[in-house]
């Protein structure tokens, strides 16, 4: 299959952005397949998300490199890659299995853009289900956090992960792990109006007798579920319902929330814009 190229960027926004890119482009002999841009007007920021063929079928980095002098010309914040390569994915789960066999049926479909190479999880609970996949199980105890956070920024370098997405993983990250991670790892959580945090979140949501139930999808940060948020999802509930369907609710908004940010972020339609984002859907 002949390789396409995802050009993203943000820059201070200004006449003959879009110009510039395209030109780039033909130019070098590409054609653009689909192109996307969005000015927001509250800090005069710029967005640009460019899908494009090259003829000659060039290597990303000497793509990258011809590409930096307009980038540098312009300001821009830009990254270029081959859109058919998978991100290179580490599942973080504890003992709740429906986002990781979501996310796992889905690489299998080949609908997720991803490849998993490896599952890391404190406990031992869903090791029959990666062995299901054939993926590789790590269990990392986190009794000493430190020794657990440092083996899996190992397993980050040693498998070349590109994405680590904490798909119910019950462990929150340190501020160290989290900036290591910025911008490449993403957590989902359950999310009511009101916002229930601590213990049986859906016995509280059920005993406030809410209407909706939604997840949010985000990227981690140092503080707690308060990452850019990259997707959300709700499903509408009524007052038949038991604390334990509420719950299997929630379990399916969260599965198809996490898929479809993970989805979003390995085809590079996330961009991050200071405390939010621009999604191109």
Same mark, same amino acid.
């Given at each position: 299959?002949?390789?396409?190229?995802?050009?993203?960027?943000?820059?201070?926004?200004?006449?003959?952005?879009?110009?510039?890119?395209?030109?780039?482009?033909?130019?070098?002999?590409?054609?653009?397949?689909?192109?996307?841009?969005?000015?927001?007007?509250?800090?005069?920021?710029?967005?640009?998300?460019?899908?494009?063929?090259?003829?000659?079928?060039?290597?990303?980095?000497?793509?990258?490199?011809?590409?930096?002098?307009?980038?540098?010309?312009?300001?821009?914040?830009?990254?270029?890659?081959? $859109?058919?390569?998978? %991100? &290179?994915? /580490?599942? +973080? @789960?504890?003992?709740?299995?429906?986002? !990781?066999?979501? #996310?796992?049926?889905?690489?299998?479909?080949?609908?997720?853009?991803?490849?998993?190479?490896?599952?890391?999880?404190?406990?031992?609970?869903?090791?029959?289900?990666?062995?299901?996949?054939?993926?590789?199980?790590?269990?990392?105890?986190?009794?000493?956090? $430190?020794?657990?956070? %440092? &083996?899996? /920024?190992? +397993? @980050?370098?040693?498998?070349?992960?590109? !994405?680590?997405? #904490?798909?119910?993983?019950?462990?929150?990250?340190?501020?160290?792990?989290?900036?290591?991670?910025?911008?490449?790892?993403?957590?989902?959580?359950?999310?009511?109006?009101?916002?229930?945090?601590?213990?049986?979140?859906?016995?509280?949501?059920?005993?406030?007798?809410?209407?909706?139930?939604?997840?949010?999808?985000?990227?981690?940060?140092?503080?707690?579920?308060?990452?850019?948020?990259?997707?959300?999802?709700?499903?509408?509930?009524?007052?038949?319902?038991?604390?334990?369907?509420?719950?299997?609710?929630?379990?399916?908004?969260?599965?198809?929330?996490?898929?479809?940010?993970?989805?979003?972020?390995?085809?590079?339609?996330?961009?991050?814009?200071?405390?939010?984002?621009?999604?191109?859907?």
């Amino acid at each position: 299959m002949t390789p396409t190229y995802v050009l993203t960027l943000s820059c201070p926004d200004r006449p003959g952005l879009v110009f510039a890119v395209t030109r780039w482009i033909a130019e070098a002999g590409g054609n653009i397949l689909d192109s996307q841009q969005f000015s927001d007007t509250s800090d005069n920021e710029f967005f640009l998300r460019v899908h494009f063929t090259m003829p000659d079928d060039p290597a990303p980095e000497g793509l990258s490199e011809h590409f930096a002098k307009v980038a540098t010309e312009h300001q821009m914040n830009f990254r270029l890659v081959i $859109a058919e390569t998978p %991100a &290179r994915t /580490l599942v +973080l @789960v504890s003992r709740e299995g429906h986002c !990781l066999n979501d #996310l796992l049926y889905r690489q299998s479909a080949g609908s997720l853009g991803i490849e998993i190479p490896a599952i890391v999880s404190n406990h031992r609970d869903l090791e029959r289900l990666a062995a299901a996949y054939e993926v590789p199980f790590h269990h990392v105890p986190t009794d000493d956090k $430190a020794t657990s956070e %440092a &083996r899996l /920024l190992e +397993l @980050v370098d040693e498998l070349s992960i590109d !994405l680590v997405v #904490l798909a119910r993983y019950m462990q929150i990250l340190s501020d160290e792990t989290c900036r290591a991670l910025d911008g490449r790892a993403i957590n989902i959580h359950h999310s009511f109006l009101p916002s229930f945090k601590g213990a049986r979140p859906y016995q509280q949501a059920h005993d406030r007798g809410v209407k909706l139930i939604g997840a949010t999808a985000h990227y981690v940060t140092a503080e707690l579920d308060e990452g850019p948020i990259i997707d959300q999802g709700v499903m509408r509930v009524d007052h038949r319902m038991s604390a334990a369907d509420l719950a299997r609710v929630g379990r399916d908004v969260e599965a198809q929330t996490l898929s479809r940010a993970v989805k979003l972020h390995a085809e590079s339609r996330v961009l991050m814009n200071g405390p939010r984002t621009v999604v191109f859907a």
